[in-house]
């Protein structure tokens, strides 16, 4: 049976995440739905959304037609950069609620640290979370700075802080600052949409563990305890991303990919909301 510590984790108010999750970010409509239904017939459980994405309605039916029990089923999505402000992102979840056909959310994330708004709306968060309306609070794109403003008028703690992490934008910084303060760490754009899938050094490993370059990322994530959620619309792929935790990177070539960083982005720096 498979070291549960691989697959999933025990956020900061133990509550439990998968590892691997499946990110719908860039698909909609019957798209959507058929990706979210192949993932969970794989076996994916987390399932990572955003009212940005504009596509919580069909992640919604794909998750009640699958016939999987919700307690099952960890569904994350994330206040959008335009509902900030306390009672704007207390009707922006509602909204996101009902979209998505649930009584509750697993985890609910601010999107990106916009300058105004941002400390109301954790706030409203963390109401959020003291009425049981979602099950776990957390952010998106904090970087240290960010992290430290949050932890000046914050009551609660982020269980997870998304942000874009892989070798080539290792983020060393904002992870020991997240494992310092008990956030967990969760990658997005983790497989660089495969624009580095060509590296040499990348090359190299997947000959070396007979692996494919997805999983050689994403189980280097999986070995530095952080959480990945990449996107595919194919079968085939969905598979293959599922099956990067049961084989283990050596510590050696964790560290050697450690220094592959050159601060390469997907996404946008969030240094511009400081
Ligand atoms: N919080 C934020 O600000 C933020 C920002 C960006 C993304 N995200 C989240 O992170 C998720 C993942 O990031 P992402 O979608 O930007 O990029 P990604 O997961 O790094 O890469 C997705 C791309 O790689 C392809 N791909 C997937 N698996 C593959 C494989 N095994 N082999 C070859 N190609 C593969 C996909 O194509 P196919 O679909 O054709 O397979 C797609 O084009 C998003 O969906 C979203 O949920 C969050």
Redesign the pocket.
């Given at each position: 049976m498979m070291d549960s510590s691989r697959t999933s984790t025990k956020l900061n108010n133990n509550i439990v995440m998968p590892l691997i999750g499946l990110?719908?970010?860039?698909m909609y409509e019957r798209e959507a739905e058929q990706a979210v239904e192949s993932a969970l017939e794989i076996g994916y459980r987390l399932i990572?959304?955003?009212s940005m994405y504009n596509n919580e309605k069909e992640i919604g039916n794909a998750i009640k037609n699958s016939g999987i029990k919700r307690d099952e089923i960890f569904i994350t999505t994330?206040l959008n950069n335009t509902d900030h402000g306390y009672d704007q992102a207390m009707k922006a979840f509602d909204e996101s609620l009902q979209k998505l056909q649930q009584d509750y959310i697993d985890l609910y994330l601010i999107?990106?640290p916009i300058k105004e708004g941002r400390k109301e709306s954790w706030k409203a968060l963390e109401k959020l979370y003291a009425d049981k309306r979602v099950r776990a609070i957390g952010v998106?794109?904090y970087t240290v700075p960010f992290l430290e403003e949050l932890k000046s008028y914050a009551s609660i703690i982020p269980a997870v802080n998304?942000i874009?992490f892989t070798p080539w934008l290792y983020q060393k910084d904002v992870l020991d600052q997240c494992k310092k303060q008990g956030t967990q760490l969760q990658s997005?754009?983790?497989?660089?949409?495969?624009i580095k899938?060509n590296d040499p050094r990348i090359i190299k490993l997947c000959k070396k563990y007979q692996r494919?370059p997805?999983q050689i990322i994403l189980n280097w994530n999986i070995q530095l305890g952080v959480s990945a959620?990449?996107?595919?619309?194919?079968v085939e792929?969905l598979q293959?991303?599922f099956d990067a935790t049961n084989f283990d990177l050596d510590l050696d070539d964790v560290i050697f990919m450690n220094s592959f960083n050159e601060g390469f982005r997907?996404?946008d720096d969030p240094i511009q909301f400081l």
């Open positions: 990110g719908v970010y860039d990572d959304t955003a994330k999107h990106w998106a794109n998304q874009e997005y754009s983790p497989l660089t949409r495969g899938f494919s997805a959620i990449p996107k595919s619309i194919k792929r293959e991303n997907i996404c």
